[in-house]
T-cell receptor, first 112, second 113 residues
Framework: GAVVSQHPSRVICKSGTSVKIECRSL??????MFWYRQFPKQSLMLMAT?????????EQGVEKDKFLINHASLTLSTLTVTSAHPEDSSFYIC????????FGPGTRLLVL | QKEVEQNSGPLSVPEGAIASLNCTYS??????FFWYRQYSGKSPELIMF????GDKEDGRFTAQLNKASQYVSLLIRDSQPSDSATYLC?????????????FGKGTHLIIQP
């Protein structure tokens, strides 16, 4: 299967700060990457589709100005959670498509 | 609103037996179907994908798809304690994962030694 990395794996920040999460496809080029969020004991929910060289497509209810996505190359997409609040605390997971979607290891965000 | 339904479990199966996991989906236009395994605190790991009606086998795993009934299942033969995890069913409208996935809530599987 394809390999996707994510960094950082865990981050704790104060309310009001911004946090950037990186997602990289290590052994293939991905024109499309996806960002999901998973709250405790719930399933993954698609937040947005990240398209290389163009604007991201956000799911209904996801604020594009709060969750900034940049997909500047075929191997890297970034998600920036701006002005994070405690309710943004969650497990953020990216995926990249190569015949199927392969997920990164996830980033656990805790906002104090 | 697309929906993917799974029995949350827990489903308890003795070691060595066959574990059967089921999933139904609401959108008749769904084209691609995926099974992921998720261990506690980890991200999902792809087990199998299936696009066509019928069975698809990969090692101890068999995925079964019935588009007329909007039903997809996963069989795990010779279950091992390491198979204990949450199994997520996911669907999307395109082939090859070009669109985002809609996930079910997952079935918690416990393999009893």
């Amino acid at each position: 299967g394809a390999v996707v990395s994510q960094h950082p794996s865990r981050v704790i920040c104060k309310s009001g700060t911004s946090v950037k999460i990186e997602c990289r496809s290590l052994d293939f080029q991905a024109t499309t990457m996806f960002w999901y969020r998973q709250f405790p004991k719930q399933s993954l929910m698609l937040m947005a589709t990240s398209n290389e060289g163009s604007k991201a497509t956000y799911e209904q209810g996801v604020e594009k100005d709060k969750f900034l996505i940049n997909h500047a190359s075929l191997t890297l997409s970034t998600l920036t959670v701006t002005s994070a609040h405690p309710e943004d605390s969650s497990f953020y997971i990216c995926s990249a498509s190569f015949r199927a979607q392969y997920f990164g290891p996830g980033t656990r965000l805790l906002v104090l | 609103q697309k929906e993917v339904e799974q029995n949350s479990g827990p489903l308890s199966v003795p070691e060595g037996a066959i574990a059967s996991l089921n999933c139904t989906y609401s959108d008749r236009g769904s084209q691609s179907f995926f099974w992921y395994r998720q261990y506690s605190g980890k991200s999902p790991e792809l087990i199998m994908f299936i696009y066509s009606n019928g069975d698809k086998e990969d090692g101890r795993f068999t995925a079964q798809l019935n588009k007329a009934s909007q039903y997809v299942s996963l069989l795990i033969r010779d279950s091992q304690p390491s198979d204990s995890a949450t199994y997520l069913c996911a669907v999307n409208d395109s082939g090859g994962g070009a669109d985002g996935l809609t996930f079910g809530k997952g079935t918690h599987l416990i393999i009893q030694p």
